[in-house]
């Protein structure tokens, strides 16, 4: 029987174990969720017919405070992946040392097929199905694949109303008018930025001379592109799930941005005069994009890209996760045999919940804070933990993510030694 996603997630956790003094006990209250909740989402469809969507939100541990971690549409949404979700944002918001725990949500549901109308209905009914068991104390969803801050601002305007009251810190990534943060939208891409900007010296490695891949194009894998690109980096492939392109040259990344906005879809971006200079440039697929070689390569998209099958190929020298789990255990060891380094999702993607805490801290201070003050905050956070990281995997002589959770477990340690036999069972 092949591994499942969350047999993937555990093994993360069995390989840093052996490097933290921590007691049997305490890792046997992390290999499981606290609370998994499954609900039936009836939506009633423009053409008069009710649909019924299965829905998930998965608790995963809340030692360290309220669980926190986005909500998902896509068909592919099931059981298994929003607990690996959740795992991950447990071991991110310690490793970047957030007062949260971690959690997920999800739908099963392709929300490109849905009306505007009928994914509001859906966006309200989901939050309807799990009210109970969130709340600005209890556990805030955020977006994720296929969610935004138009549907966070659906959500948390259902959430207010079935409490009778305003509740503005129980969502994050909302409209601004809604009580958002500034930043928040850029956020993730701003945060992995500011990792690689760190690390870049640390690689001896050089902006003007270094090549990226990104795959995913959509909140976060536009924003690194563009961010990167600014910075002089070389962007020279993007994709989305209908395939990439390639240009040795670099590309032009803010036309691209603005083709992909006004179409949906990269097909023929340079062959629009109307839209950006005629760049010589070549389509590809999905899977040569990941085997191309350059110096960065950035999954951006979805979990499981970099498995055994392909990992023998990849030819980029550091990958830089920002999507949730691309690369797989199995591949992880071929590409650490190839000395391809690995920055692991759980701290390279952080900027985003990074943020979503500055906007929990914002909606419950009501004091809001300027967009330089929101981007400073981050890229101290962002700094200081990815140094720390990369001091442990020096010193430890492990690798990189695995060093990730020997930090985040070593924080989570803390509050079990604190909290004494009480922080195993439940509340
Ligand atoms: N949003 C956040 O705050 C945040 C924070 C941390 C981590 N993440 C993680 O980052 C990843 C992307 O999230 P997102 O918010 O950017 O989602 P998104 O806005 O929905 O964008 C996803 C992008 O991936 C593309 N894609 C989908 N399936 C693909 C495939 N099989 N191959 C290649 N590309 C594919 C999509 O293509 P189309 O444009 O054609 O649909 C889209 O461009 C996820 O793993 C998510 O968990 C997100
Ligand atoms: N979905 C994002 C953001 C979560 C949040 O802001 O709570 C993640 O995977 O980190």
Known sequence: ??????????????????????????????????????????????????????????RYNDLRGPTKGGVRFHPSVNMDEVKSLAFWMTFKCAAVNLPFGGAK????????????????????GYINAIADFMGADVDIPAPDVQTNQTIMGWMVDEYSNIQ???????????????????????????????????????????????????????????????????????????????????????????????????????????????????????????????ELDVDILIPAALENQITKDNAANIRAKYIFEIANGPVTPAADAILAKR????????????????????????NRSGLYWTVEEVNERLKQSMVAETMRIWQIANQKQISVRTAAYVHALMRLNEVIEAKGTRAYYAR
């Open 1 to 58: 029987m092949s591994e499942s996603l969350f047999d993937q997630a555990s093994e993360r956790l069995a390989a840093a174990i052996v490097h933290v003094d921590i007691s049997e006990d305490a890792i046997e209250r992390l290999k499981s969720p606290k609370a998994c909740l499954q609900v039936s989402i009836p939506v009633r469809m423009d053409d008069g017919t009710l649909k019924v969507f299965q829905g998930y939100r998965v």
């Open 105 to 124: 949500g999800g739908v099963a549901v392709d929300p490109k097929q849905l009306s505007k109308a009928e994914l509001e209905r859906l966006s309200r």
């Open 164 to 290: 009778r009251k305003l509740c503005p810190a129980a969502i994050t990534g909302k409209p601004i008018a809604m009580g958002g943060s500034l930043g928040r939208e850029t956020a993730t891409g701003l945060g992995a930025f500011f990792a690689i900007e760190t690390l870049l010296p640390l690689l001896k490695m050089q902006r003007e001379q270094t090549t990226v891949a990104v795959q995913g194009f959509g909140n976060v894998g536009a924003a690194i592109a563009d961010l990167l690109s600014k910075s002089g980096y070389k962007v020279v492939a993007v994709s989305d799930s209908k395939g990439g392109i390639y240009a040795k040259q670099g590309l032009d990344i803010p036309s691209i941005i603005s083709y992909k906005n006004s179409t949906k879809s990269f097909q023929a971006v340079y062959c629009q005069d109307s839209v950006c200079s005629i760049v010589e440039h070549q389509t590809i697929t999905n899977d040569e994009l990941l």
């Open 339 to 362: 000395n391809i380094i690995v920055f692991p999702d759980i701290l390279i993607n952080a900027g985003g919940v990074t943020v979503s805490y500055f906007e929990w801290v914002q």
